[in-house]
């Protein structure tokens, strides 16, 4: 398993979706990962320290799993099958070891405001991870990709093709305000 953190959410100014971007904390690759609006605005509201008026699913969740004597431990991105990534909340109980299944945007929006570990599959990486140029443009991998690298059905283009039309300069932007 390789640890990452958020290193960005991103808004495509075409499309209007959004994408968390992990990055790996020892290496140069990033793992993006579509989202939903919603998804996307809680874990931006966490990274900027922001309190929600009422609490968001991931502030009951997280009371929720306290209160009945658990431990949140770490979240992990488990599998990418037909473009769909999967993810696991790992749970600590009384140390009786529990993982909750659990789509990634949610995993993610729970881990940072808990601050745990997100954890990504070295497969997951080897599949759908990119290494971004200072621009913030996927450049050339270390090596070349042949086709049995990622599994048929695979089509990882629409990764590339979203983060190539991002507006970084706005979302920098927007970050620091």
């Known amino acids: ?8 959410i991103r ?9 968390v971007i992990l990055k790996e904390v020892t290496g140069e690759r990033h793992l993006p990962i579509w989202i ?10 966490e990274l900027q320290s922001m309190v929600s008026a009422r609490p968001l699913p991931y502030d009951l969740m997280k ?12 979240v992990l991105v488990t599998d ?8 696991r909340i790992i ?9 909750i299944d659990s789509r990634p945007s949610d995993a993610i929006a729970l881990a940072v ?20 140029d200072p621009e913030g443009e996927e450049s050339s991998p270390d090596r070349e990709r042949t086709s049995e690298d990622v599994p048929a059905g695979t089509d990882l283009s629409v990764f ?6 991002l507006d970084f300069e706005d979302f920098e932007k927007r970050r620091d305000n």
Do not use: C
Not at 36 to 45: D, K, L, Q, S, V
Not at 160 to 165: A, H, L, P, Q, W
């Open 1 to 8: 398993m390789i640890e990452t953190v958020v290193e960005s």
């Open 80 to 87: 990418l099958a037909q473009d769909v990534f999967y993810a």
């Open 160 to 165: 590339r093709d979203f983060i190539n039309s």
């Open 63 to 74: 009371s929720i799993v306290g209160e009945m004597g658990g431990v949140i431990q770490q």
């Open 36 to 45: 939903g609006p919603f998804e996307a605005e809680a874990i931006a509201m």
């Open 91 to 99: 749970i600590d109980q009384d140390g009786k070891r529990i993982e």
């Open 113 to 132: 405001r808990v601050k745990v570990p997100i954890l990504v599959d070295e497969g997951v990486m080897e599949k759908a991870g990119v290494t971004l």
């Open 11 to 19: 808004v495509s100014l075409v499309t209007q979706h959004r994408v």
